[in-house]
């Protein structure tokens, strides 16, 4: 497609079709932006009511892949999650163990164990930074995060390491990725 008003320098010309990286670059940044911003406020949030045993049961995981095996009584032991305890899918103590796994030990074992979600978030941040703006304009996509951003609610699930808030970024994420799902109500019922 060529751009009806010139060139652009931020495209890139393959063939016949133009790829444009500056929406991808500002959706990146402002995906950081946002999860430093959740790293920044609130240092001392204090822990929600299954944070620590989200945090425990991370633990395992992470040995878990240190030595991975399936032998029953490995994943019975690190894989603390439906089948052993009552609680939520793993996903929550994988993204707490990635967390860890990615700041020094100096880092408060809270603020390393949100790590995780934090950037989860982020990167929904960013997926719908980016959707917006395709689908609609630069400013629909300000909005769009910036709503995300101070609705209290979705600001704190963002931050505890709970299933909450990496689930809200999982359906943001599945939003922003399938097109066809946001086409209207009409042809799901087809």
């Known amino acids: 497609m060529t751009d009806p008003n010139g060139p652009n320098t ?8 133009a790829v444009s990286w500056e929406p991808v670059l500002a ?31 991370s633990r395992g995981i992470a040995r878990w892949f240190a030595d991975p095996s399936l032998d029953r009584d490995s994943i019975a032991r690190d894989w603390q999650y439906t089948t052993t305890l009552e609680g ?40 719908m930074f980016y959707r917006m703006r395709k689908d609609f304009s630069l400013a629909a996509a300000i909005c769009a995060v910036a709503a995300m951003m101070v609705m209290p609610r979705l600001l704190a699930h963002a931050h505890f390491t ?17 097109p066809a799902g946001r086409r209207g109500w009409k042809p799901a019922l087809v």
Request: charged residues 10%; aromatic residues 10%.
């Open 10 to 17: 931020a495209q890139l010309e393959t063939g016949s079709d």
């Open 27 to 57: 959706a990146v940044l402002v995906g950081l932006f946002c999860a430093i911003f959740l790293l920044a406020i609130w240092p001392d949030l204090p822990m929600a009511w299954d944070e620590g045993s989200a945090i425990l049961r």
């Open 88 to 127: 939520h899918p793993a996903l929550g103590g994988v993204l707490i163990a990635a967390g860890n796994s990615f700041v020094p030990q100096s880092v408060h074992p809270l603020t390393a164990a949100r790590l995780g979600p934090i950037m989860l978030f982020g990167l929904a941040a960013a997926g």
């Open 162 to 178: 709970t299933w909450d808030g990496p689930l809200m970024s999982c359906w943001i994420l599945a939003w922003a990725t399938f």
